[in-house]
Nanobody
């Protein structure tokens, strides 16, 4: 069993910064990739940023230049530094990880989601 736990959401004013963190725990053999998604009210969940085990990174166009994703392989964690936040960044942010788990005598490949953390940008 694998769990993802996010932290760091909150209420900020436009132009301010937030740092989100996500830690994976459980029967982890290898984490292939970790990503952040977000879902605003009435909208579909969308990718914000992702980073794979090789360090390759991709960002949504809407956050490029304002957001930095980083990963700590020793802690099975991923962080999202968000600067110059805008009201349109308001959403529930979800951590996602593609993980190879060691379950008994076999390896299981699966994607996992955190419970989400609310980010609200408002004056």
């Amino acid at each position: 069993q694998v769990q993802l736990v996010e932290s760091g959401g909150g209420l900020v004013q436009p132009g301010e910064s937030l740092r989100l963190s996500c830690v994976a725990s459980g029967s982890i053999f290898r984490i292939v990739a970790m990503s952040w998604y977000r879902q605003a009210p009435g909208k579909q969940r969308e990718l914000v940023a992702g980073i794979n085990s090789g360090g390759a990174i991709n960002y949504a166009d809407s956050v490029k230049g304002r957001v930095t994703i980083s990963r700590d392989n020793t802690k099975n964690s991923v962080s999202l530094q968000m600067n110059s936040l805008k009201p349109e960044d308001t959403a529930v942010y979800y951590c996602n990880a593609y993980i190879v788990s060691d379950v008994g005598s076999k390896f299981v490949h699966d994607a996992y989601w955190g419970q989400g953390t609310q980010v609200t940008v408002s004056s």
